[in-house]
Structures are given as structure tokens and as C-alpha cells.
């Protein structure tokens, strides 16, 4: 099993300002994950953090907005930037245990509020 | 292309009552589907997975599900309800094969316990 550490673990922010959460993985895994959760919603998948390159956004959802950072395979972060009451949700650092199947680990998760 | 359907976004039983959360998939390739549990403020975690052996498959806590083809079904059940069950719970689906190995997640059912 991976153990993921995110933090921080809950924030209030203001509006217009930005954050940047982190996850950190206790092993080296190929692929790493951001989902959003939105209340009373799914899971969103945000992008996927390309260890060296950029990330891999998914539709919907853009670099000027979600800007991610990949330096290693143990550590990545999401910053939400220029946030609005609308970003406030719950931001999920996933990794890929299984290639083959898609089996994931999670964070604990980043629950922030906009105000 | 892959989704998932979870029937009711709230089910509530008795504690000691049968718990059945229910789930439907779409896959154009064979799938891996998968059930998660949300705990309160806590990230998400694997319960249990289907990948083509046998269709009964036995997960944590006292939880099993059921692969049906025929039904595109693979609903969640746990014999008699703990209070400590009471979470949100995902089912997924990802692809074999050619389909995608990101898995897709449903909305999501919450899961209450009674006394």
C-alpha cells in the first residue's frame, strides 16, 4: 500500500487569493492524480501530474487556473489560483497502485472554503 | 467510453438491517469496477474490486458485491449494518484492454445509520 500526506488539510481563504496544496507519497509511483469533489458530487479528475513534463489537464480545466508541479515521483502539489466561492471543495491527491486496473490510493484530501 | 450510475444518492437502514447500495456501469471493453469508502473527513479508500475472476467478491468489513454482466450490475451489500458503516460510498469503473485505465467514478450514495 502507499501512504499520501496532503496538506494542508482544511483552509478558508479569501477570495482572489491563491493556495497550493501538497502531497507527498511515501514510495516512488508513476502516476499521480488531482480530483476535485464538489459537494453532493462525484469525483472530478483535475489532471495528471507528469513527473519532468507538464500536467495533463483534463477538459474543463486549465494550467492558468490549476497550475501543478511534478518534481520527483514521490511529491507533487496543486495550487488553485484567483480562487472564487465556487473552488471551494474538496481537492484529492490520488496515486495509481495498479496499472493494470486503475486501482487508486488517495490523500486524505484538501478541504477548502472561499469566502 | 465508460460511466456509472449509483441509484439513490441516500439510502438509510436500521442498524443490523441488510445494506444494498446499488450500481450500474457502461464500458465499451470488459471492466474493472471498483467500490470506495468515504469516511468524514477522511480521503477515500478501497473496499473492494472486481477484476474477471470470480463475480462474488468479498472486500473489508463485511462487505461484498456482485459482478453481473447480464445486468451491467455490481451492487454493494453488507448483511447487517453497523453504525460505524454509516460513510460515503463510489463505485468505478475503468477499462480492460483497450479502455481507459483512469477509472470513472459515480455521484456517489451516503449511507445512514439508525439506531
Known amino acids: 500500500s502507499a501512504v499520501i500526506s496532503q496538506k494542508p488539510s482544511r483552509d478558508i481563504c479569501q477570495r482572489g487569493t491563491s493556495l497550493t496544496i501538497q502531497c507527498q507519497v511515501d514510495?516512488?509511483?508513476?502516476?499521480m492524480f488531482w480530483y476535485r469533489q464538489q459537494p453532493g458530487q462525484s469525483l472530478t479528475l483535475i489532471a495528471t501530474?507528469?513527473?519532468?513534463?507538464?500536467?495533463?489537464?483534463e477538459s474543463g480545466f486549465v494550467i492558468d487556473k490549476f497550475p501543478i508541479s511534478r518534481p520527483n515521483l514521490t511529491f507533487s502539489t496543486l495550487t488553485v489560483s484567483n480562487m472564487s466561492p465556487e473552488d471551494s471543495s474538496i481537492y484529492l491527491c490520488s496515486v495509481v497502485w495498479d496499472i493494470n486496473t486503475g486501482e487508486l490510493f488517495f490523500g486524505e484530501g484538501s478541504r477548502l472554503t472561499v469566502l | 467510453a465508460q460511466s456509472v450510475t449509483q441509484l439513490g444518492s441516500h439510502v438509510s437502514v436500521s442498524e443490523g438491517a441488510l445494506v444494498l447500495l446499488r450500481c450500474n456501469y457502461s464500458s465499451s471493453v470488459p471492466p474493472y469496477l471498483f467500490w470506495y469508502v468515504q469516511y468524514p473527513n477522511q480521503g477515500l479508500q478501497l473496499l473492494l474490486k472486481?477484476?474477471?475472476?470470480?463475480?462474488l467478491v468479498k472486500g473489508i468489513n463485511g462487505f461484498e458485491a456482485e459482478f453481473k454482466k447480464s445486468e451491467t450490475s455490481f451492487h454493494l451489500t453488507k448483511p447487517s449494518a453497523h453504525m460505524s458503516d454509516a460513510a460515503e460510498y463510489f463505485c468505478?469503473?475503468?477499462?480492460?484492454?483497450?479502455?481507459?485505465?483512469?477509472?470513472?467514478f459515480g455521484r456517489g450514495t451516503s449511507l445512514i445509520v439508525h439506531p
Open positions: 468505478a469503473v475503468s477499462g480492460m484492454g483497450g479502455g481507459s485505465y483512469i477509472p470513472t
Open positions: 472486481y477484476t474477471s475472476a470470480a463475480t
Open positions: 514510495s516512488q509511483v508513476t502516476m
Open positions: 501530474a507528469n513527473q519532468g513534463s507538464e500536467a495533463t489537464y
